[in-house]
């Protein structure tokens, strides 16, 4: 899809490129790419290359136009692993700003494109609006993060008491977000010192807005690898617990076969086909059922008393 704005707030949208517009695309067809690249006269290889879920953040200048690549956090259901990042790209040109995405997305989504409304006076140039999306994509991987740490904490829950992986299944898919997370916020950080060191003449409030997408990442990326720490710890520490209820279930089976074994083994010595003295005694049976539920019993307190029961 593809919209075009006549500012970076996105307010008012227009059909057609105008002076300093905004263009935002998100998930674009094989149409749409060839119209990016015939009419807005941007390289395929390049749009493609930021379609590439795996493609590694960086700047790149050219004659024609500027263009840099971040990566942001986005919701996924596939595999189980409820957040991933993919690449942003943002070009700059003489006429026009351009971001392309290759998924919705809440740094920039597309039917609400500007998250900015509450400061839009502030958005005056093009590199305001870069950091905008850098400080905006910090805020959503702090807001993720703690996502993440809420259904950690209810995986520990039910690990606590399972004696099965589902639950460290679950953690792994956990501890993958974190790697994400943690791997692009690192390659988002030089980016931002790439831009900083390209843009010596900054303003007073874009040094402002630097400073707090610095702040932002560096707070997503401590919080994400204290997160990871954790995370790993308590893996190893529930794949302990596992093993160890499995090895509670195994000894109370084990006690419940013993306890089992006390009755069968009486009945078994009396219903030999050889002579003893009850086989003649009317009583026999109830006598021999009493005495094997008392050995019985007496083994339960046994095993109790030994607290292996």
Do not use: H
Request: aromatic fraction near 10%; hydrophobic fraction near 45%; include cysteine.
């Amino acid at each position: 899809m593809i919209k075009i704005f006549k500012t970076f707030g996105g307010y008012i949208e227009i059909s057609g490129i105008e002076k300093n517009c905004w263009i935002n695309v998100t998930k674009p067809t094989t149409d749409e790419i060839q119209r990016l690249s015939s009419e807005f006269q941007l390289p395929t290889d390049t749009i493609i290359d930021i379609l590439d879920q795996d493609e590694r953040p960086r700047v790149e200048f050219e004659d024609d136009w500027m263009l840099v690549i971040l990566r942001i956090p986005v919701e996924n259901a596939n595999n189980g692993v409820p957040f991933q990042t993919i690449p942003l790209g943002i070009f700059i040109t003489e006429n026009f700003t351009l971001t392309l995405c290759l998924q919705d997305n809440d740094v920039l989504p597309i039917e609400q494109p500007s998250p900015f409304r509450e400061q839009y006076k502030e958005i005056t140039d093009t590199f305001n609006f870069i950091l905008r999306l850098f400080l905006r994509s910090g805020n959503m991987y702090l807001k993720y993060l703690k996502q993440i740490n809420q259904m950690t904490a209810l995986i520990e829950q039910d690990l606590e008491k399972s004696i099965k992986n589902r639950e460290l299944n679950q953690l792994l898919k956990m501890e993958k977000c974190l790697v994400y997370f943690i791997t692009s916020i690192k390659a988002n950080e030089i980016v931002l010192a790439k831009l900083r060191n390209a843009k010596k003449d900054t303003t007073e409030i874009n040094e402002d807005l630097l400073e707090d997408a610095f702040i932002e990442n560096k707070q997503a990326l401590d919080m994400a690898q204290i997160y990871s720490n954790i995370q790993s710890g308590m893996m190893d520490a529930f794949a302990s617990v596992i093993s160890n209820n499995l090895n509670v279930v195994m000894k109370q089976l084990t006690i419940i076969s013993i306890i089992l074994m006390i009755p069968t083994l009486i009945a078994s010595i009396f219903g030999m086909n050889v002579p003893n003295f009850m086989e003649k005694s009317l009583f026999a049976l109830p006598v021999i059922i009493v005495f094997s539920f008392l050995l019985s019993v007496l083994g339960v307190m046994l095993f109790r008393k030994k607290q292996w029961f």
